[in-house]
């Protein structure tokens, strides 16, 4: 039998829970199933997780066509920076 993965501990930065809070409630449901999936340490079908370039200090997983969550691994804690527009993401590419 597989060994199941414990959840990962998140901290969510002041940043994240503004950007969070702006979105409509169909987005924030978006959201949490990609926050949910990553805290499992499982994907989900489309998330895309890469890194952000050219530091890769901060990945990115896709939410929906235009949300992007960006987040970064810290000693095994996942650290929720921001949830931004797709086209934003680059603002990111350096720390």
């Known amino acids: 039998m597989a060994r199941k993965k414990g959840f990962l501990a998140v901290s969510f930065s002041q940043r994240f829970k503004e950007s969070y809070a702006a979105l ?7 959201v949490d199933k990609v926050l ?3 805290m499992k340490q499982e994907a989900t079908p489309g998330m895309r ?5 050219p530091e890769k200090h901060y990945l990115e997983a896709r939410v929906n066509d235009g949300d992007r969550l960006v ?3 810290d000693s ?3 650290v929720v920076q921001d949830v931004v527009a797709h ?7 350096r720390r």
Do not use: E, F, N, W
């Open 76 to 78: 095994g804690t996942l």
């Open 71 to 73: 987040y970064r691994m």
């Open 49 to 53: 997780v890469k890194p952000i370039r």
């Open 24 to 30: 409509s409630l169909d987005r924030q449901k978006g």
């Open 87 to 93: 086209d934003d993401v680059d603002r990111y590419s």
């Open 36 to 38: 949910l999936a990553l």
